[in-house]
């Protein structure tokens, strides 16, 4: 089946846009804009309470004087996080000064997740499987690297309604060209698009053995020395 490699390693770009829950760790810098000044504050991220707030330093200052902003007033949320940048806008509940000065921000509906790609991907047509649950559905890769790739399954009517959503993970069984074992490999589904006869997803690999990793390092430099 042909092989094409496609163009040296892309500048990163924006990749994603959907629903998520927001990923982030104790301590992360957030990029705080306030809406009515359309001035970006650095802040950083302290908890929260899981459908409820978001909790970050307050950082809204001028010379020394607290910016007024009141409960109700919307705040642009942006960071970067495990190589993707989340953004959204999120409205204050309260502003408090001790025991800490902090905000508490109300937990976004949605969240807008931008992925950072710089590695190389390989447009190719091989056959696959994925397996949700006691369901297998056979299709195609559409394209791969090191850390995921992009398939196609067709419905059919023993499968009237797509089996899983993004965010869910499921298993991928492929055999890849010079490489006598199929491989197997889990990943989590990103970015799903179906409709009554056919869907298209990433599959973002999750932790891949040793083997695994070798395998897919052995084929994609194969096929760039073509």
């Not at 846009?17 to 001035?39: C, S």
């Not at 004087?65 to 806008?89: K, Q, T, W």
């Not at 409205?91 to 509906?109: T, Y």
């Not at 499921?170 to 799903?192: C, D, F, H, S, T």
Request: aromatic share 8%; charged share 25%; glycine share 8%.
């Amino acid at each position: 089946m042909p092989l094409a490699m496609n163009q040296p390693v892309r500048k990163p770009h924006l990749r994603e846009f959907e629903q998520v829950t927001p990923a982030i760790g104790i301590g992360t810098v957030v990029q705080l804009t306030l809406t009515t000044r359309h001035e970006r504050l650095s802040s950083h991220f302290i908890g929260m309470e899981t459908g409820n707030y978001w909790i970050v330093a307050d950082p809204l200052k001028h010379a020394g004087v607290p910016y007024p902003i009141s409960s109700g007033n919307p705040i642009s949320v942006r960071y970067r996080f495990r190589g993707a940048v989340y953004g959204f806008v999120a409205e204050l509940v309260e502003r408090i000064e001790s025991p800490a000065k902090l905000l508490f921000l109300r937990c976004p509906e949605l969240v807008a997740r931008h992925v950072l790609r710089n590695t190389r991907r390989i447009d190719c047509q091989l056959p696959c499987t994925v397996v949700a649950g006691d369901s297998e559905l056979p299709g195609k890769l559409l394209d791969i690297s090191s850390e995921g790739c992009r398939c196609a399954v067709r419905l059919s009517a023993n499968h009237p309604e797509f089996l899983f959503k993004s965010g869910d993970e499921v298993v991928l069984n492929l055999k890849l060209p010079g490489i006598a074992y199929e491989q197997i490999v889990w990943g989590e589904v990103k970015n799903l698009k179906a409709d009554a006869e056919r869907a298209r997803f990433g599959l973002r690999f999750d932790q891949l053995d040793i083997d695994v990793q070798g395998r897919l390092a052995e084929f994609m430099k194969a096929v760039e020395d073509l």
